[in-house]
Structures are given as structure tokens and as C-alpha cells.
């Protein structure tokens, strides 16, 4: 009963309107830029590793960016491409790149606009994203709608992409290697759970408390280190399984395009196998690298920067990062070895696919694949913390206990998240995604005046480079 009731509102607020004003978004913004995010792509990759000198910020733009990516590469890029590629076939993978091309313009804005428009008090801290670009920018009457995003901000981080969905992907990682056929059990709450999950549910729910406690500085250290380290790993696995079954990629990519489009589908079904791709492609995509989603402009506004859209370009390298490469990569994987149509489900099928895949023992690849998905859901646990952190900030007008006691919430949150099926994470958080999503969009569209300003004064005193 509970599945279904869930299913529906998912199925309402991911409906075509979404997804129409998502892409449109994206599509809107890359005209008005002038597909800056294929011509300046070069630039935006040299800013991502070069800091500015004399930046005002809390933060690196590097850190930031570490910061925005720590939540943004985690269970999306290994079970939510599994999850999209599995319900919506392997087509949903080339919508998912679709909203990510466009994705690219979006996340600029963001960085754009939350640098533009944040807020630094006498004591040097940084609080900005969609609330006060919503409120600076679009003006105080609609401080209403910065309050609405900063709701759903909080909800997303406590019962969403924060919590769940990467605290299920770890655990359930964990017990598939230590106890994949369940013979070590403890019963509660009327359901059976492995020892290796409860163990690994209440080790990850320490560990977390460390960091948070520790503030922005602390998540932005652990991320600068963790996320450039795991991601070259993983990169590196996938690369070698592409390059083991290189023969393979052409039928894959076919496979994906004949897919996205309906053409394997019957006459009548055509139509809905295309919408079906789109949808669980997009929503994934989206849960992936976050763009439009208003999350990443939070991390963005604390960067040591005096330049708007320098960082908007920093920025737009994490959906490039995220989804043009690492999703790809995971998405083939997943078609080449077949592995989406075994019936399995979330880690399990990429676990299937890089065991088939690679040239390498089955427990080598699921040891792999597991400390992969761990470090990554770990850091996205850290930056959605602090993603949350500032929406109930915003919230509370910076109330300090408000947001201490509020971390303790969100170590429980982690505590709990194993318990839950894996339906039931990925569709809460489908629909917390898509409530955030809406002010920020609107917001976006609002502002695209300030973007394309900002961003002919910058090239313009920028010739160079």
C-alpha cells in the first residue's frame, strides 16, 4: 500500500510537465549563453584546478567544487544508473546524457548567480544558493519561494539524496559481499537483516558524526582528498572493462540509441517506451549530477572567488564530470555485459556487469565496486549535510542550535537508512528532487537576464583568455 501511494506521486511529479520544464531550462539557457559549455569547456576545466588569488570566500573554488561533487558522485553514478538503465531500458542512458549536455548550462547559471547574489557577514561566513538569489535577485516578494526551496532543501538532505538512498547503497553493497545469501541474520521491525548490514549501518552512522560535526571546513578536506582518489579509480576499472570488451561498445551504443527512441519497441508501445527511457533517464540523470536541482550553487557561494562566472564555469565541470563521464562509463558497462536485464536489482547490477566485464575474480570485482560505492555515498552524505545545513539557515535565520540539533537529526537519519527497501529510497527521493527542483527553475528562468549579462562582461574583460 505504501509502495503504491508512493509510486503515484512519484509518477505525478515526475510527469512530462518536469521534465518538459527541465529540459526546456537547459535548452533555453544553452541558447541564451551561446552553448558556452562546449566553447569554454577547455577554460572551465583550467579554472577547476587554478584557484583565484585574492578571492573572497570560506572555501577554495577547487574545495567547492570538491564540496558540490562529494554530493554529487556517489550511489547516482553506480546504483542510479543501474536503477534508470533496468526500469527505463538501456535508452534511458542517452536521455540521461541529453539532460546532462543541457544540465551543463543550468549548473553554470547556478554558479553564476550564487556567487552573484550571496551574503558574507562580518565574521567572513558565506550563506548563498537558490534562497538569496531567489530573494536578491527576483526581489523580497518572493522570499516565499527561497523559503519553499529551502524546505525541500532540508527534506532532500534528511530523507532523500542525503541520507537513504546512500546509507541503502552502502549497506546493502556490504552485505552482498560479506553475506550475499543472507545466513547471518538479525530479526526486527518484522523484517530479517544480514549482521553485515546492521554492523556496517552503525560504523558508517560514527563516522559520519566525526566529519559533520567538524563543520564545512572539515567536509571540504575529506572531499578534496576522497573524491579526486575514488573517482580516478573507478574511472580506471571502467576503462579497463570498456577496453576488454571494446568490441562490444558499437551493439551497446546502438542498443542505447534503438532504445531512447522506441525502435525496439511494438508499433503501439513505441510511444511509451520513449517516454519511459526519458523519464527514468532524466530523474536519475538529475539525481546524479544535480543539475537544476539548486543544491550545487550552495557549495558554489562559498568559494574564494570575486568572479560570478569563473565560478559558474568551475561549476559546470561537475556535471560534466559526473555524467558525460563517469555515468557513461557505468551506463555501457551495464549494456555490454547485459547485466540490466538479469533481474537484478540497484548495486547488483553493476556488481553483475564489472564481474562479467572485467578480466579479473568475481569477489576482486565486488570488493572493487564496494569500496568504490562506499567512499562515494560516504563523501555525498558529507555534502548534503551541509547542503542542508545552509537550507535550514536560511530557515531558522542562522539559529546555531537549531542547525547543531538539526545534525544530530541527520546522524540518526544515516543511523536508520539501511532499513528501508531500495523502492522505497530511490522513489522518496525521486519526488523530494522534483520539489526542490521547481523554485530553483523558475528562479533560473527569472534571472537569465543577470546570466547573460554577467557572462558578456566577463568575456569582454577577459579576452585572453
Not at 548563498?128 to 526581489?139: K, T, V
Not at 537513504?164 to 526486527?188: K, R, Y
Not at 564496494?370 to 535565520?397: K, N, P, Q, V
Request: glycine share 12%; hydrophobic share 55%; with cysteine.
Amino acid at each position: 500500500m505504501f509502495d503504491t501511494i508512493l509510486g503515484s506521486i512519484d509518477d505525478f511529479v515526475w510527469g512530462p510537465v518536469l521534465i518538459f520544464l527541465i529540459l526546456v531550462t537547459g535548452i533555453y539557457l544553452t541558447a541564451r549563453v551561446g552553448f558556452l559549455q562546449i566553447r569554454h569547456l577547455g577554460k572551465a576545466l583550467k579554472f577547476m584546478v587554478k584557484n583565484e588569488e585574492n578571492g573572497e570566500g570560506e572555501v577554495t573554488s577547487f574545495g567547492a567544487l570538491c564540496t558540490a561533487l562529494s554530493a554529487t558522485i556517489g550511489t547516482g553514478n553506480i546504483v542510479g544508473v543501474a536503477t534508470a538503465i533496468v526500469a527505463g531500458g538501456p535508452g534511458a542512458l542517452f536521455w540521461m546524457e541529453v539532460a546532462a549536455l543541457f544540465g551543463m548550462a543550468t549548473k553554470y547559471s547556478e554558479g553564476l548567480l550564487a556567487v552573484k547574489y550571496r551574503t558574507i557577514d562580518d565574521g567572513g561566513h558565506v550563506l548563498g544558493g537558490p534562497f538569496y538569489y531567489i530573494e536578491n535577485g527576483m526581489g523580497k516578494n518572493w522570499r516565499w519561494l527561497g523559503k519553499i526551496f529551502a524546505f525541500f532543501g532540508v527534506c532532500v538532505g534528511l530523507m532523500g539524496i542525503g541520507t537513504f538512498t546512500q546509507v541503502n547503497g552502502i549497506t546493502s553493497a556490504v552485505g552482498n559481499f560479506f553475506d550475499p545469501d543472507g545466513a547471518n541474520t538479525l530479526s526486527f521491525l518484522g523484517r530479517d537483516y544480514s549482521i553485515a548490514v546492521v554492523i556496517a549501518g552503525i560504523v558508517l552512522a560514527v563516522f559520519v558524526g566525526l566529519v559533520v560535526i567538524g563543520g564545512l571546513k572539515r567536509i571540504a578536506s575529506v572531499s578534496q582528498v576522497v573524491v579526486p582518489f575514488m573517482a580516478v579509480i573507478y574511472v580506471v576499472f571502467c576503462l579497463v572493462l570498456l577496453i576488454c570488451n571494446v568490441t562490444a561498445i558499437p551493439a551497446a551504443v546502438v542498443e542505447i540509441l534503438q532504445g531512447a527512441f522506441g525502435l525496439r519497441a511494438a508499433a503501439g508501445g513505441a510511444l511509451g517506451a520513449i517516454i519511459l527511457a526519458m523519464q527514468k533517464g532524466i530523474a536519475r540523470g538529475i539525481f546524479s549530477n544535480e543539475a537544476g536541482l539548486g543544491s550545487a550553487p550552495i557549495a558554489a557561494a562559498a568559494a574564494q572567488t570575486n568572479e560570478p562566472v569563473r565560478q559558474g564555469l568551475v561549476s559546470m565541470t561537475g556535471t560534466f564530470i559526473d555524467t558525460i563521464v563517469i555515468c557513461t562509463m557505468t551506463g555501457l558497462s551495464i549494456v555490454i555485459t547485459g547485466a540490466w536485464d538479469m533481474g537484478l536489482e540497484g548495486v547488483a547490477v553493476t556488481t553483475k556487469a564489472f564481474q562479467d566485464g572485467l578480466p579479473f575474480n568475481n569477489t576482486f570485482c565486488a570488493f572493487v565496486l564496494m569500496i568504490c560505492l562506499i567512499f562515494f555515498a560516504f563523501t555525498t552524505i558529507l555534502g548534503w549535510d551541509y547542503y542542508s545545513e545552509r537550507c535550514l539557515e536560511y530557515l531558522s535565520g542562522r539559529n546555531d542550535k537549531v542547525v547543531k540539533g538539526y545534525r544530530w537529526l541527520y546522524i540518526i537519519a544515516v543511523f536508520i537508512g539501511p532499513y528501508f527497501t531500495v523502492s522505497e529510497v530511490w522513489v522518496i527521493a525521486d519526488i523530494f528532487n522534483a520539489l526542490m527542483a521547481l523554485p530553483n527553475l523558475i528562479a533560473l528562468l527569472a534571472l537569465s537576464g543577470v546570466i547573460v549579462a554577467e557572462t558578456k562582461d566577463f568575456f569582454a574583460r577577459n579576452k585572453e583568455l
